[in-house]
């Protein structure tokens, strides 16, 4: 048994050789797996599940779900979480690609060890501005009066959004950006697990930790590049490890 798990690919039309090595990807690495989980920001950005019926308008998403399906109707188990770029991911897309929504956190057993996975933007509270925008940004509503808007407007809305989110960044502390320990404890003795999987930081390694006395694990994505992406692969009876591997030919 095998489980892969990957985040932040940022896809966008922008970026061909990330999208050209996720779909050699999903074809040699992925397709050898019994399953593959994607922690989140599988897109720079996602305006709604209403754009596959204008395949024309957005091919990147046509073509990410045509191989994404692919890969489910080939029989590896596809998993879906939302990062902080592609929160308005729906049921209808992960019903196209054969896939499961999982809730941010998610415990579940992997390599028979319980294992906490997240896309890893909650764990980053000494953020305290993207956090307040977090909370908006998963408010129902919130997301129901984005979803209603003309597409042309949600199309500005997230190119302001990223901007706004650069400009952001760019002028904060590096460890603001990073998760917080405390936090990073809690949610490991919340959920009884000693292993925790996310992405989000951009900062892949594997943190050994003390949690209440007992030995713990954090196993942090890296975000994938033109030349290189990152997994973490599970296997029967093995710890998680943290690989880093070519793009080019998957």
Known sequence: MTTLLIA????????????????????????????????????????????LDTPDHDPLAAQVVEALKALSGGGTRLYLMHGNRDFLLGTRFAEACGATL????????????????????????????????????????????????????????AKSLRQQSGEANSNKAEDIMDVTPEEVDKALLEHDVATLIHGHTHRPGVHVLEVDGQPARRLVLGDWQPQRGWEVRIEAQRPPHLLEFPLSGG
């Open 8 to 51: 932040d690919l940022h896809l966008h039309p922008d970026a061909p050789e990330v999208t050209e090595g996720f779909l050699a990807y999903l074809a040699t690495r992925a397709s050898q797996a019994d399953a593959l989980y994607i922690l989140g920001d599988l897109f720079e950005a996602w305006i709604g599940d209403d754009i």
């Open 102 to 157: 999982l809730p941010d956190p998610y415990r579940v057993e992997l390599g028979g060890k319980p294992v906490l996975l997240m896309h890893g933007d909650s764990l980053c509270t000494r953020d305290e501005a993207y956090m307040a925008f977090r909370t908006q940004a998963r408010d129902p509503q919130w997301q129901a009066q984005v979803l209603a808007m003309p597409l042309a407007a949600r199309l500005e809305l």
